[in-house]
Every structure is written in structure tokens, then in C-alpha cells.
């Protein structure tokens, strides 16, 4: 093996953890309540083939026969429910405790102190959805030049600002004080710079978010591939996720389409070197499981699925293919419009590989990282338990 493809659907759950009543999300089922909400006429066909309505203990399963790829879900260890805590753990790192959140705002202190470190004065500082707070301060943030501030139950400080009156530079400096200054007990996983436009009476948010995260607490299996000579290389948000850490090349993408059409390109693109392609497709998540848009989210996989055949017939002899999720945001869950504690689909691809296996229910994510080590023979890390024997 000398190329390996990790496909993150970012958000993609498939039926609620056993804990997840502890994260109000008792009930939750992106997928499964996605294809329930769609009827009949839905089906994945492509990914069918690979395994995925062979996952035992989901209310989609319905066992297929020619199945070509290997199967099974995984648990999140970690006890958060987040984009870094998932990557992370994909990666082959479990937190001990969760990234800081903070339901009724930032601590005055800590805003005071980004206010004197930047100079301006902040809008906001709430708990808020970021389409619904820019039309609520936007002319207010216009007219004084004062950022928006605000947060969600994921660990993240959101800085929004105009990128036509307040600038889009700007912003991702005083994104750069805020990660700076958020560190120690006040470490949130992502500081994420939101920036929007004016467009026909309204505010809206535009494709140049960066997310500025933390550094990786711990070695990462993207650490053992680059450092053993490898190229590793992000699509989508990944490098933002990682903090550019042990990446070789990185392209940032605007949509899924794009992501896709990218990680395709690169397959076809021979290589010298062992390669690692890391892609995040973060539309489920951010335009359709955030905003519970479930036949937009359904439409989304489907674009996928019908992708999939080309991605496979891409790939080389020795070429592995993984495709995962980070977590859940079932777009039919009304409690709240957060993340949601789910399982995800583990699916697996290679020509070389055996097919119709099951590979159970795995106990961390970062079982995906462990096996993408054993694979190409690197040191063991610190979490997860590989299934290369069971594949290959």
C-alpha cells in the first residue's frame, strides 16, 4: 500500500451512543432519520456496496449481498461531540476532558482583555446562531466597526465581521490575538473567523471562514506519516483542524463539489512517496445539519453516492480508501441545532483488499488512525486497537 484516502462526511451519525442522553441528544439519527424523512425511492446505492446498510444495530440496515468493501461503526471516546475532538481522535488522540464551552458568554475578564489586545470594542458575546445574530448586529457592527463575538455549545469563539467594511485581513488578525489569548483554561477547540456581506437587504456569511484550532495535544497519525517521509495532504478544512501540523499540501475547498472534484485529482496523481489524502466534505455539516435542512443534507450524500463509482474506479491496486464521519447533527432533531453524540459508519475500499467483512462496532475512532499506522508499518500510537488484520 502507498497511498491511503480518508473521507471525513463531516457530520454523518448514524444512531445515538449509549451516552447520549448526558449530551441532549437522546434519540438523534442523521442518517437513519434522513432516509426514513426521504421514503422509499432513497437509496445509496454506491455506498450500499461498500457496507453501509450492512452496519449491524442501525435503523437503516438492511443487509446486501456483493458487498465489495468492509464495514462496521464506531464510537467517539472522547467525551466531547465536536469537529477537532473528532478529527483528533480519528487521528489517534482521545481528550480526557472536553474542550471549555461556555453557555452564557464569554467571562467578562477575558472579553476586556481581547478588547484591550485588539483595540475594539465587541458586539454580542452570546450564545447565538451565526446566520441569525449578523442579521440582528450586522448594521450595528457596520456602523461602528465593533466585531460580533459569539459562541454555540461546541467549544468554538466565532468572530463575525464585514468583509467589505471592517475587512477580511483584519478579521483573521484579530482571530489570530483571539487564539492567542485563548489558551490554558480558556482553550476552545477552533476560533473560527465568520466573515459576511451585504447582499440584496440582507446579511450573508461568504466561503473565507478559517478556523484557527488548537495545536494537537499528543502525536497524531499525521505526525508518524509525515515525519517517516510521507506526504500528507488536507482537502477542505483539515489543515485548519490540525493547525497545519505535519501537512504537506493543502487546498482549501468552498463546497463539497469541490472537495470531491479535488480528492479525485489527487488520486489520480502518482506519487514517489507513501500518501495520506485527508478530506473533510463540511457542507452536511455547516449548511445542512446545523440549519436542520434534511432534504438538502439527503440530496448531499446522494451527490456523494453517485461520486463514489468514479472515486473507486480512480483508485489504484494498492490504493485504500476509508470513509467516516466525525460526528452527528441530525438535521430532524428539534431540541437544539447543535452537533449530536452518534455513532459513525466505518467503510473501507481497496482492490487488494478482502470484502463483505464486519468489522463490528469499535470502541474509538481512533481505531481508524492505529490501522492507517499498522498499514504502512509505523509506530504504534498511544489510542486505538487496528483491524488491518481483519482487512487485508
Not at 167 to 180: Q, S, V
Request: aromatic content about 8%; hydrophobic content about 35%.
Amino acid at each position: 500500500m502507498n497511498k491511503i484516502i480518508l473521507i471525513v462526511l463531516d457530520s454523518l451519525g448514524i444512531g445515538e451512543l449509549p451516552d447520549s442522553a448526558d449530551y441532549s441528544d437522546k434519540g438523534a439519527d442523521t442518517l437513519g432519520h434522513i432516509i426514513k424523512a426521504m421514503g422509499r425511492g432513497y437509496n445509496l446505492n454506491n455506498l450500499s456496496k461498500l457496507g453501509l446498510y450492512n452496519i449491524s444495530n442501525t435503523s437503516f440496515q438492511n443487509n446486501q449481498k456483493n458487498v465489495i468493501g468492509c464495514y462496521g461503526k464506531m464510537a467517539t471516546k472522547s467525551p466531547a461531540k465536536d469537529t477537532t475532538a473528532g478529527h483528533w481522535e480519528l487521528s489517534g488522540i482521545v481528550l480526557d476532558k472536553p474542550f471549555p464551552t461556555y453557555p452564557n458568554g464569554f467571562p467578562k475578564n477575558l472579553i476586556e482583555e481581547f478588547e484591550k489586545q485588539t483595540g475594539i470594542k465587541v458586539l454580542g458575546n452570546c450564545v447565538a446562531s451565526g446566520t441569525e445574530i449578523i442579521q440582528k448586529l450586522g448594521l450595528q457592527h457596520e456602523q461602528t466597526g465593533y466585531p460580533i463575538v459569539y459562541t454555540s455549545a461546541d467549544s468554538v469563539f466565532q468572530i463575525a465581521c464585514s468583509e467589505e467594511t471592517f475587512g477580511l485581513e483584519k478579521l483573521y488578525d484579530i482571530c489570530r490575538i483571539a487564539r492567542n489569548l485563548l489558551q490554558g483554561e480558556h482553550a476552545v477547540g477552533r476560533v473560527i473567523a465568520r466573515p459576511f456581506i451585504k447582499k440584496d437587504g440582507a446579511y450573508v456569511r461568504t466561503t473565507n471562514r478559517h478556523d484557527f484550532s488548537l495545536t494537537p495535544a499528543g502525536t497524531t497519525v499525521l505526525d508518524l506519516f509525515y515525519n517517516s517521509g510521507g506526504q500528507v495532504i488536507s482537502v477542505g478544512k483539515i489543515y485548519d483542524i490540525f493547525a497545519g501540523k505535519s501537512i504537506s499540501k493543502a487546498y482549501k475547498t468552498k463546497s463539497n463539489i469541490e472537495g470531491i472534484e479535488k480528492t479525485i485529482e489527487l488520486i489520480k496523481q502518482p506519487s514517489e512517496k507513501n500518501t495520506f489524502i485527508f478530506t473533510n466534505l463540511v457542507d452536511f455539516d455547516m449548511l445542512w445539519g446545523h440549519r436542520r435542512n434534511i432534504e438538502a443534507y439527503a440530496k448531499g450524500i446522494k451527490y456523494f453516492d453517485d461520486k463514489l463509482p468514479e472515486i473507486i474506479n480512480t483508485l489504484n491496486k494498492n490504493d485504500v480508501l476509508i470513509i467516516t464521519a466525525d460526528h452527528g447533527c441530525d438535521p430532524s432533531y428539534t431540541k437544539h441545532t447543535d452537533h449530536t453524540r452518534e455513532y459513525v459508519p466505518l467503510l473501507i475500499y481497496g482492490k487488494q483488499l478482502k470484502n463483505n467483512v464486519d468489522l463490528g462496532i469499535r470502541s474509538s475512532l481512533s481505531d481508524v488512525g492505529q490501522t492507517i499506522a499498522d498499514i504502512f508499518k509505523l509506530s504504534k500510537l498511544k489510542n486505538g486497537t487496528s483491524f488491518k488484520a481483519d482487512i487485508i
